[in-house]
């Protein structure tokens, strides 16, 4: 779940951020919930998610695209959101960058950019994340928030937010909708239920690894085949030219646009001093990336599986994101689903409006309520039969707010520590177990147990429960005495580091 709010100087907003893997995009509310899209350098509307760090100074957005020209030394990073809540750093002139960090710079520029141009402090936002996203990566959202100065940010998924931003814009629409939601770097599908009082989400369904930039990654193994033979090159000489491949691959984004309208499309690169010509066609990119569509469309099907449909009882298909706007998405999703009615829906910003429109409903209409479900499945690490496994208890696609609790024993008398490990996995409803290889660890909590403990006999009661917004809580008890763990409690901490990377996300220009 997710919004965006700003406490007004000079007037009132509620803001909604689509942080993107490409391009990030804001929206906001007025007090009259009139819906605009924040314009940046150029006028655009889509904010670049880049980051230029040099040894001075770091810049993001365009300011880090035009000033690749200008610096001697820099370092450029994108694509960094497929690496949220994980423990990637990268050293980068003497200091160990997170993506979470390199995400709050981005956030950051936007958040001063709006405050200046509206004369608003923006301490509460809503912030969209792929449905996929898990709870470490919501953390680290959380995390990139709050480094850029939002003291209260709250999280919505993308295409919960598409599908508010649908309904306001096509308000005769009720009915169950699939939200097929495929941007840069990841798709999500959300099977919804759209009526009088509000949404349901019945299911989702996606994966951080599949967006337009794998598109590009296709047509562009194509384009370096047609390069190493039109200019007699070697493989090897390609893997040895950085800066070939990355123009290769800019290259490739650039034809893969141009095909959607025409079914062929020429190019030239500059290899070695000379322009080497190319032609490549929509039949090869369409044969190179038929996979991908497939892919999504296995997830539709999953989709609607598991919000208890099927595609005849499905009303219509809504797509968003930049790459829905390919040719191929859209005829292989009519070929899968004849009677299903599917529209495109502003790819941008739909998103961001969304996530606008329900700030203003959270912090001043209440107009809007939506019923989530959990995102993944949540168990604890158990041996069962001598092996370790996660014993699954809350589902992910089960409707929120829910509740789970298991019994154990202590493995010895006067055991004086419990080891909760919490485990977030992808297994469906039934599956009791799960092993760990396919199983990510969130947090392991120490439980001080107190009173007469004896191996075996004595009953230790361990309840996860998922609240309306899906936040993780787990209780211990035993002997009467009752711990609580919040999973997500110390995105809150303030320590050395937090206030050393804070100071450099605000330098950023
Ligand atoms: N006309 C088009 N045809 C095909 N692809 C397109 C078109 N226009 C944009 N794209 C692709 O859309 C992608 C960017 O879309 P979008 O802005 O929705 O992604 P994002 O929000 O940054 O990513 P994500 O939602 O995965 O974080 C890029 O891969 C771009 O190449
Ligand atoms: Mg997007």
Aim: with cysteine.
């Amino acid at each position: 779940m997710s919004y965006i709010i700003g406490i007004g100087m000079d007037g009132e907003y509620y803001v909604g951020i689509d942080l993107g893997m490409i391009n990030s995009v804001m929206a906001f509310t007025d007090a009259d919930g009139t819906i605009s899209i924040q314009r940046w350098e150029k006028g655009h509307t889509k904010f670049p998610s880049v980051v230029l760090l040099t040894p001075n100074r770091s810049y993001a957005g365009q300011l880090a695209l035009d000033r690749k020209f200008y610096e001697d030394r820099y370092h450029f990073e994108n694509c960094f959101k497929r690496m949220m809540g994980t423990t990637h750093k990268q050293r980068i002139y003497n200091v160990d960058y997170t993506p979470t960090e390199l995400f709050s710079m981005i956030l950051h520029k936007m958040i001063r950019t709006f405050e200046e141009e509206h004369n608003h402090k923006l301490e509460r936002a809503v912030l969209a994340v792929p449905a996929d996203f898990g709870d470490a990566e919501r953390e680290a959202v959380m995390k990139a928030a709050y480094l850029a100065g939002i003291k209260e940010p709250k999280i919505i998924n993308e295409s919960n937010a598409a599908a508010i931003s649908y309904r306001h814009d096509t308000t005769d629409f009720i009915g169950k909708a699939a939200i097929y939601d495929i941007g840069g770097g990841t798709f999500d599908v959300t099977i919804m239920d759209i009526h009088e009082n509000g949404f349901d989400v019945l299911s989702n369904e996606g994966s951080k690894f599949l967006g337009g930039r794998d598109w590009d990654l296709q047509l562009a193994s194509i384009i370096q085949k047609k390069i190493i033979a039109n200019a007699g090159l070697t493989p090897k000489d390609i893997d040895n030219d950085s800066d070939l491949r990355r123009r290769i691959l800019s290259e490739a984004e650039r034809h893969k646009i141009i095909l959607d309208r025409v079914d062929k499309s020429k190019g030239a690169l500059l290899v070695r001093g000379k322009y080497i010509g190319f032609e490549i066609s929509r039949t090869e990119l369409d044969n190179a990336t038929v996979e991908l569509v497939s892919k999504t469309i296995k997830m539709t099907n999953d989709a609607i599986r598991a919000a208890g449909l099927t595609p005849n009882t499905l009303d219509r298909i809504v797509l968003v994101g930049g790459p829905s706007i390919t040719p191929l998405i859209r005829s292989m999703l009519e070929n899968e689903f004849p009677n299903v009615e599917i529209t495109r829906y502003d790819p941008i910003h739909a998103v961001a409006r969304g996530a606008a429109i329900y700030a203003r409903s959270l912090f001043k209409t209440k107009s809007i309520k939506i019923r989530s479900v959990l995102n993944k499945t949540f168990g604890l690490k158990m041996g069962i039969d001598g092996e370790e496994c996660v014993c699954n208890l809350l589902y992910r696609n089960v409707t929120l707010p829910m509740s789970r609790e298991v019994v154990c024993r202590p493995k010895t008398d006067d055991q004086e520590i419990l080891d909760v490990a919490i485990y977030e996995n992808r297994a469906t409803k039934g599956e009791l177990h799960t092993p760990l290889t396919r199983s990510r660890l969130l947090n392991t909590f120490h439980i001080p147990l107190t009173g007469k403990i004896s191996r075996g006999r004595t009953k230790i009661y361990i309840r996860m429960s998922a609240d309306l917004e899906g936040l993780i809580s787990i209780e211990v008890e035993c002997n009467n005495k009752k711990d609580t763990c919040d999973l997500s409690s110390d995105i809150y901490l303030s320590n050395e580091e937090f206030s050393e990377t804070m100071r450099r996300v605000r330098m950023v220009q």
